[in-house]
């Protein structure tokens, strides 16, 4: 089949849907059909002139995808993850749980296992029957050194750790030190990070029990972020001296979003396991005059 621009097509389907309100515009596209340009990423994401969200959740068969297509026995669906100002990402945690709550959605699955390609490679999505979905994340990469993170004068030392996506997390007394996020956005070094980062501000509540805020790159502030919650347990369990490996005990964690709560579990073998909630809110079609008229 010919690929033809999202601008040239008939009108388009979407969703939109949430996990802990980090919030997706879902196009469904199982052939790959339609090329949606960083433009047109850009302008479904806008929450004035467009739909809204902090990403496009570009629903394709992996067969169907060059990026993809090796992965199409483990996998037969490929979550073509964009950031809300068009740029790629590697892998998206609440996400993927919208994106399987998705599948289910239109019957593409039923309640229960279901493998989601990504960027960051094969992730196993299990849909719970009481509305939680937990993914498994896989490992966390925590390079030794620390990096320096900076917002609006202020400074932080910060772990470095990598989800398949890049997170710097810095400690903080009080989650509002990190300021307005959108108006002074933080910085860490593009020496440790050249393909840009997401940064998370993490304050303590209680025993194994943490809360933040984060700095999406390609994003600015959003209200939760799936794979910024995983690096923050992980961050937070080393400070705490606690690693699941050494001990043989699986560690979890509690992390308040600003959209909600995700639980974090660390196993032994150091595959991480993420839970939370996943919703649909709305469904229709898109305009395609509107798409390809003038930004304004
Ligand atoms: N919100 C996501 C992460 C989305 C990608 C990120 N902005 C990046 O560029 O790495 C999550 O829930 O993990």
């Known amino acids: 089949m010919d690929r033809v621009t999202s601008t040239q097509n008939a009108p388009l389907a979407f969703l939109k849907g949430h996990g802990t309100e980090n919030d997706f515009v879902i196009v469904p596209d199982p052939d790959n059909a339609v090329a949606l340009s960083p433009a047109d990423v850009a302008r479904l994401c806008d929450r004035r002139a467009g739909i809204g969200g902090d990403g496009v959740l570009h629903v394709v068969r992996s067969a169907a995808h060059p990026e993809a297509k090796d992965l199409a026995d483990e996998a037969e669906w490929f979550m073509d993850y964009r950031n809300a100002d068009g740029s790629v990402a590697e892998m998206c945690g609440n996400g993927v749980r919208v994106f399987a709550r998705y599948l ?26 009481d509305g939680s979905v937990t993914v ?63 940064i998370e501000f993490v304050a303590d509540r209680g025993p ?12 600015a502030e959003t209200r939760s972020c799936g794979t910024g919650a995983c690096a923050v347990a992980v961050a937070t369990a080393r400070r705490d001296g606690a690693d699941p490996a050494a001990s043989g005990t699986p ?11 995700l639980v974090i579990t660390e196993h032994p073998n150091g595959e991480i396991d993420m839970t939370g909630p996943a919703v649909i809110v709305a469904e229709g079609t898109i305009d395609p005059s509107w798409l390809a008229g003038p930004s304004s």
């Open 136 to 198: 498994a994340m896989g490992r966390a990469v925590l390079p030794e050194e620390s990096v320096t993170v900076t917002v609006d004068g202020r400074s932080w030392s910060a772990r470095n750790v990598n989800m398949g996506n890049p997170h710097a997390v810095a400690f903080v007394d009080s989650l509002d030190h990190a300021g307005d996020l959108h108006t002074e956005p933080p910085y860490a070094p593009a020496s440790v990070y050249p393909d840009g980062v997401n």
């Open 251 to 261: 560690v979890t964690y509690t992390v308040d979003v600003l959209g909600g709560t």
């Open 208 to 219: 194994r029990h943490v809360a933040m805020r984060v700095h999406e790159r390609g994003a």
């Open 104 to 129: 289910e959605h239109a019957g593409h699955v039923t309640a229960g296992e279901v493998a989601v390609a990504t960027r960051g490679g094969v992730k196993r999505v299990h849909l719970d029957k």
